[in-house]
Each structure stands twice: as C-alpha cells, then as structure tokens.
C-alpha cells in the first residue's frame, strides 16, 4: 500500500470518491435551483451530508477556512442568483480537491497546516536537491487538470481573486493562467481543428422574419401594395433544428418538435449525434456544444460523463466563435425568398439546403478560426465584426 503525502492510497481513493459525488450533487442542485424550496433543501442537506464526510476524509484541510457547512450557507440565501453564486464557488473548490488529489498536492496542504510559508518554500527545496529553479509558494507550478478547474471556474462565472484565494497562489498568477488559454487556439490549423464536432440549434420562420424588414420605396408611396410586407396571425409559425458538421462531412439535421429541454437533448445526443460521430469519426473526437443551460445541466453532463465524451472548452456568450452560426445565417437568407405552406416543407427544405452545403465552404470555416479567435479577444467581449465566408 503506497503512501502519497502522508496519506495511503486506500484513503486518496475514498477521498477521490467522495469529491466526485459532492461535485455530482452540486451539478444536480445547480439545475434544480428554481425548483420548489421542499427539493431545494433536500439536496441541499444531501450537499451538506457529503460535505460533512469530504470535511472528515480531508481532516478540514480543504474546507474548514468557509466557516460554516454548505446547508447554512444555501439556506440562507433567498435570492436565486446569490445561490448560484455559492453553488459555482464550491463547485470550483470541488474541483480543485479531485485534481489535487489526483496530482498528489494532498502533501503539501498538510505542510501548509502546520507550516509557514518559509517553511513549506524549504521542503519543496529539499525534496527537489536544493535547486534554485524551485518556485516559492505562492507561484504553484500548476498541473494541466488544476489549470483547466482555474479556468472552469473562470467560466462559470467567479471572479479571478476568488480563484486566487481558492487556490491559494496570487491573483497576478490567475490573470495569466486566463491569458494563456485564451490564447491557446490562435496558432491552432486544420490539423488541430480536426476531428471536432461543431454544434448548435437555430429557429427558422415559416413566414417571415424576427427582426426589422427594411423597404425601399419612393416617396409618398408608402401605403402603395407593392411596397407592403404582409403579415400572418400568431407569426406564421417555425421550425426548430439541431445540426452538427465535423471537417470530413456534414452532419445530420435533426427536427426539435416542443420545447427543447435538456431530456431532448440528451436524446439528441444518444441517438443523433454520438451514432454519427462514431460512424465518421471513429473513438477519437471532441465535440463542441455552447453554454446554453440545457447543455450545461447536471443531466446531460451526467450523460456526457458515462458516454466520455471529450468536450470542448468553450467560453461563455460567445456565438461569434462557433462557424456554425455563419450556417445558420447564410441557410436564412437563401431560403427567405423560398416558400413553405407547413413545418414538414420547411423542414424538407432546410435538410436539403443543409445537405447540398459543399466542403469547401467547411474548410473555409475553419480556416477562418485563428482570425475569430483573434477578433473575438480584440472585442474585449463586446460584439465583433463580421466574418461572413459563405
């Protein structure tokens, strides 16, 4: 039986455990927050439960600096969205127990119990020969999967100096960790971008357009018949898809019939997407979904989690990345002036549309990713300009 600091592989076992189902609760209460308070509490006191044993298994090394249990803390709060705050902040520290456990840092909270900062900075030195390229604490050389929690919890909405306190190194460290990653797919080629599944749904009109209609007219004429924009009662109805494209081939275009909830797109998932990707793509994969909250819901990363399915790190509010969005757009405007008299022929239309959308055009998307990634971290996260290649 090995030891990993200080604590035998039996326990880091237990303890790997443990944070996994804390973390799958808190997955389950992010998605339930907006249910009755009777469902709230009882997973909250579930959370509470789990944290009480993960406080037990950990000798309060990771939990004890809060002050209070989680069931206190959720329970108190009335308003939805300072819950979602605390449940994101502790899915962040949930996240950096797993990782730190599995990268063997569970030595160094127990030196950081009992030692000062000069005194863990001395043992690092020691264990590595005395050598001078060790960092000081307060510098972590972090992990790859400790990096990827950072930004997790970037994206989930907490700020960089709550990560920084979280993870117990400076907040200048936080900013570049950020930086780095955001910076990471600007060199990226078509090598790199093969093999991704790109995904989305999009709404299209029978009758008709969302936005404004603009008309060019002469003067006076404005009531004139052939300068009016005709109108249909309760908005002429529309059809509902989800699409997906990988750079060797297109993808099906399924139908969404209702309301698109996270039951129906796990199914999605299961029986539309996942058969394709293995019939084309074989194992080896990544696929790219945005942060919609029924793409985000404890159900369907349950789904994504026992299905392994590789995904891609995708920064919030940002359709302007996803070159499916150009489809959608360039699929609108050729079939605006194309009628339907019902869903099922709109339908038909659209997966022939869908179907005839050559590779070149694909290729040309992703070619075009390095100039997004580029415009979208010019933008600042305001909107950017354009980059229409259809």
Not at 105 to 122: F, G, I, L, P, T
Request: proline share 4%; charged share 25%; net charge positive.
């Amino acid at each position: 039986m090995s030891i990993v600091g200080g604590f035998s592989s039996n326990m880091v076992c237990d303890l790997n455990s443990h944070a996994k189902l804390l973390s799958e609760l808190l997955d389950s209460l992010m998605s339930d927050l907006n249910q009755p308070a009777k469902i709230v509490l009882a997973k909250c006191q579930d959370v509470g439960a789990a944290h009480v044993n993960m406080n037990e298994k950990c000798c309060g090394m990771v939990f004890d600096q809060l002050g209070e249990t989680f069931t206190e803390l959720i329970t108190k709060v009335e308003c939805v969205r300072s819950k979602r705050e605390a449940v994101k902040s502790w899915m962040c520290v949930v996240s950096y127990v797993v990782d730190s456990i599995k990268s063997g840092y569970m030595e160094e909270w127990a030196k950081k119990k009992r030692s000062n900062n000069h005194q863990v900075q001395n043992s690092y030195q020691q264990a590595h020969g005395g050598s001078s390229m060790v960092r000081p604490f307060g510098k972590k050389n972090f992990t790859v999967d400790v990096r990827k929690s950072i930004v997790r919890g970037h994206e989930l909405g907490a700020h960089p100096n709550i990560l920084a306190t979280q993870f117990d190194c400076s907040s200048s460290q936080i900013y570049r960790i950020l930086k780095n990653n955001r910076n990471d797919h600007l060199s990226w080629g078509p090598r790199e971008w093969a093999n991704h599944i790109w995904s989305d749904e999009s709404n299209f009109n029978l009758f008709g357009t969302d936005g404004i209609q603009w008309i060019r007219r002469p003067i006076g004429s404005r009531y004139a018949p052939q300068y009016q924009s005709p109108t249909v009662k309760h908005e002429g109805g529309s059809v509902m898809v989800w699409g997906c494209f990988s750079d060797t081939s297109m993808g099906p275009l399924k139908r969404i019939v209702g309301t698109m909830e996270r039951y129906v797109y796990e199914d999605i998932l299961e029986n539309t997407m996942r058969p394709w990707a293995r019939a084309n793509l074989g194992r080896l994969w990544v696929f790219q979904q945005d942060n919609d909250p029924k793409h985000t819901s404890g159900h369907v990363a349950n789904w994504l989690r026992r299905r392994r399915v590789d995904l891609l790190e995708w920064p919030s509010q940002s359709p302007d990345l996803n070159p499916i969005e150009h489809m959608w757009e360039e699929r609108k405007r050729r079939l605006k002036v194309v009628r339907a008299s019902n869903a099922n022929q709109k339908f038909a239309q659209l997966e022939a549309a869908w179907k005839s959308i050559p590779m070149t055009v694909v290729q040309t998307l992703l070619d075009s990713m390095p100039r997004r990634c580029q415009a979208v971290i010019d933008a600042k996260a305001y909107p950017t300009k354009s980059l229409r290649v259809t």
